[in-house]
Structures are given as structure tokens and as C-alpha cells.
């Protein structure tokens, strides 16, 4: 089946309830994770006194569970009933680990909490992206699944600002202990999209099984390369802060050096939440792939704008906005093709493995770029990030050509 479909018999109203749970679900949790997230270091470092290292531990062992949960989640998301039950419980249980944070007393205890959290969240992701398929019509999966994206970085926006206002009104402990009500209002939300989906037919209950080898058939498995090429240049923006934060640092405090590049990662996000509906519309009406290509076109021009390197936040804003309209047209377009080609019993493992390679492609990603900023220069790691999306670029569209679906498993 062709992935260029049309829009014209979007008569069905493609933002239904059910997607509207989902998307409500992706903005409450990201609102409550990002509350604990945010003031993880203030709570680690200045209230616990652990050690900067013990962050950089626990944020990194918790990363990698999530990762490998993610594939995890796949096998069980490829069960349509067992789908519903892990993306509701895997909402609950963040939401719940995730606010007993601001009890602890020790950095081990914030490291199990955060580690337990983590691995939920990973769990719950291949099966909420498996069930907003399953709540739309295939013609319209770029718009649902822009709706989603674009709700889960409105949260990655308000998040962080509601951390603010709470600190100021309740201290750290209370704050990320408040984080669990969005957290649980996202929980309620999936169980309101599940209730407004179909139920699905009567089936024996599927083996937990990953299944990779039909994943990689056919034109999915030749998007799942063009994927990985992406996400080797896809780092973390965490290093578009870094590289801001240093360029803005000459003749500026540090701190204000930082603000100057917060604000600029809030037009990042802003950017993202803003063409992701776009950019889904548009991959309807003429195919992902070419979103996709599109999204990394914005990520190679903004990588060359970064390694040029203009001091003025002025001058540096496009690059953040370029790089936030790359990564809402690339998870936009990732999600959509995934959930067009991949057949409903291995839908789960598909995202699976699209979660997973986008986690291991970002890793590898911040950590090659990384290096290369330390061993020689900042401007170096932004051309081998430019670099990897001009490979990826056609790599993408090559398997726009071919139009046969994936074999059943």
C-alpha cells in the first residue's frame, strides 16, 4: 500500500476523542515529568548534598532502562488489549515514582525512584504511539500523530515554567511532590481515549515476543535505515544549549549567558510544538518520507549555522528555531510512517524498535559529538552532526520509491 494517500477522504474528523486523549495524555505527563526533571539537580545537589556525579549517574543508568524498556514495551504493545493496560499503567507508575522523588533523603533513593520511573515511561511508549493507531483512520496519521507531538513539547514548554512558580510558592520537595497530579490526569486520560476506541476483536492473547526480523522487511525496514542515519545526527539539545550558552558567555555573566539560552530553547520547543500539525497534514497529503527529508534538511542547515558560531542571541535564534522545526517534522514523520506501514500485530515491536534506535541514535549522536568538541572543536561536532543528516537525506527518500508494504510476520 502506498504511503501517498490522500487527504480529500478526510471527511471522518481525524481529531476524535480518542486523539485528543492521547494528545492530552502526552502534554499532562510531560507537564509532570518535567516539574521533578527540572529540579532534580537543586533537589540532588543543594537539599540531599550528593555530589554533581551522582546526577550525571542516575540520569544516565535511568536513560539506558528507558531505552531498553522501550523495546521492551514493543513485544507487549503488539497485543492490542495488552496495549491498553501498559499505557495506562506505565502512566500511573511515572507519575507516582516520579513525585515520590521529592521525599527522598538520599541520592539512592532518588536513583531507584528515578530509574523506576524511567523504565515505566519507556514501557508505555511504543503502546500509546500502537494506540493512537488505533484510534484514527490510516489517512490521517501524520495529523494525529503531529497533534501528539505537538502536545507533548507544549508540555516540555509548560513543564519546567510550572517548576518555576511552584518553587517560588511551595519549596523543591513540595513541588515535585505536586507533579503527580498532571501525572495521574494523564493516566485518566488514555483512559479516556481508550474508552472512546473500538474494542478490539476477540483474539487469543499474542506471545510476548519482539519481533524484529518482519520489522525489517520490505520498505519498513528500509525507513528503520534511513531512520538510524537521522537519529547518528540527531544529538541532544542539551549541547545546542552548551554551544549557546558559550558563544552568549564573552563579555556576560554566566548566568546571564545561560537565561539568554534558555529562552532560546524555548523557541525551540515553540518551534516544534507550532509546524508539528503542519508537518503532519503535509505528510498526509504527499507521503512522510518527504517530511522527513525535510526535517533533516533544518537539522543539517542549523548544524552549519551552530559550527559558524554568531555570538547574538539574535543572530543564533534561527538556528534553534531551524533545529526545532527539524525535530517536529522528523518525529512527526517517523511516527506516521510506522504506523502506515506497519501491519496491527507487530505495530508494537515497531515502535519498539523506532523508539529504541531513536535513543541509541541520540546517544551516539551527543557522545561522537562530544568528543569531537573536546579533542578538537565546538564547530567540528556541529559539521559531523551536518554531515550525518546530509547522509541520511537520501537514504530517507530512496525508500519513498518503493511502495510495497512489510510481510506479515
Not at 22 to 40: K, M, Q, R, Y
Not at 168 to 178: K, M, N, Q, Y
Not at 179 to 200: D, E, F
Not at 224 to 249: P, V
Request: with cysteine; charged share 10%.
Amino acid at each position: 500500500m502506498s504511503e501517498e494517500v490522500s487527504a480529500s477522504s478526510g471527511t471522518q474528523a481525524w481529531l476524535s476523542p480518542g486523539v485528543a486523549g492521547i494528545g492530552g495524555a502526552s502534554f499532562l505527563a510531560d507537564v509532570g515529568h518535567e516539574v521533578p526533571t527540572s529540579l532534580l539537580p537543586s533537589l540532588l545537589t543543594s537539599t540531599i548534598g550528593a555530589p554533581a556525579s551522582a546526577l550525571g549517574l542516575i540520569e544516565g543508568v535511568s536513560d539506558a532502562l528507558a531505552g531498553v524498556a522501550r523495546l521492551g514495551g514493543g513485544a507487549l504493545a503488539d497485543d492490542p488489549h495488552r496495549r491498553r493496560s501498559v499505557a495506562v499503567g506505565g502512566y500511573a507508575t511515572t507519575a507516582v515514582l516520579s513525585a515520590g522523588i521529592g521525599a527522598c533523603t538520599s541520592a539512592a533513593q532518588v536513583a531507584v525512584l528515578r530509574a523506576g520511573a524511567w523504565t515505566a515511561r519507556g514501557l508505555r511508549v511504543p503502546a500509546r504511539n500502537a494506540l493512537l493507531a488505533d484510534v484514527v483512520p490510516a489517512e490521517a496519521y501524520g495529523r494525529a500523530y503531529g497533534f501528539e507531538r505537538a502536545m507533548d513539547n507544549l508540555g516540555a514548554i509548560v513543564g519546567p515554567l510550572l517548576a518555576i512558580a511552584l518553587v517560588g510558592a511551595v519549596g523543591t520537595r513540595t513541588a515535585i511532590g505536586l507533579s503527580v497530579i498532571p501525572g495521574l490526569l494523564a493516566a485518566l486520560a488514555i483512559v479516556y481515549a481508550i474508552r472512546h476506541t473500538k474494542t478490539p476483536h476477540a483474539q487469543h492473547r499474542q506471545p510476548i515476543r519482539l519481533r524484529i526480523r518482519p520489522v525489517l522487511q520490505g520498505r519498513l525496514g528500509r525507513l528503520m535505515i534511513g531512520f538510524t542515519a537521522f537519529e547518528i545526527g540527531n544529538c541532544a539539545a542539551t549541547l545546542l544549549i552548551l554551544r549557546a550558552t558559550d558563544l552568549f558567555e564573552p563579555g556576560r555573566s554566566k548566568d546571564h549567558a545561560t537565561q539568554l539560552a534558555l529562552l532560546l530553547y524555548v523557541a525551540y520547543n515553540a518551534a516544534a510544538t507550532l509546524v508539528s500539525v503542519p508537518a503532519g497534514r503535509h505528510g498526509d497529503r504527499r507521503g512522510s518520507t518527504r517530511v522527513l527529508v525535510f526535517g533533516a534538511a533544518c537539522f543539517g542547515a542549523a548544524y552549519v549555522w551552530f559550527a559558524v558560531g554568531p555570538n547574538g542571541a539574535l543572530l543564533l535564534a534561527p538556528a534553534f528555531v531551524l533545529a526545532g522545526v527539524g525535530i517536529g517534522c522528523a518525529e512527526t514523520a517517523q511516527h506516521a510512517a510506522v504506523a502506515q506501514l506497519a501491519p496491527n500485530h507487530i505495530r508494537g515491536s515497531a515502535f519498539g524498535l523506532l523508539a529504541a534506535i531513536q535513543a541509541g541514535g541520540n546517544l551516539i549522536a551527543s557522545t561522537v559529538a562530544g568528543i569531537l568538541w573536546t579533542a578538537i572543536s565546538p564547530a567540528a561536532a556541529f559539521i559531523f552532526l551536518a554531515i550525518a543528516m546530509a547522509i541520511a537525506m537520501p537514504l530517507i527518500g530512496l525508500s519513498a520509491r518503493h511502495h510495497s508494504k512489510p510481510s506479515p510476520a
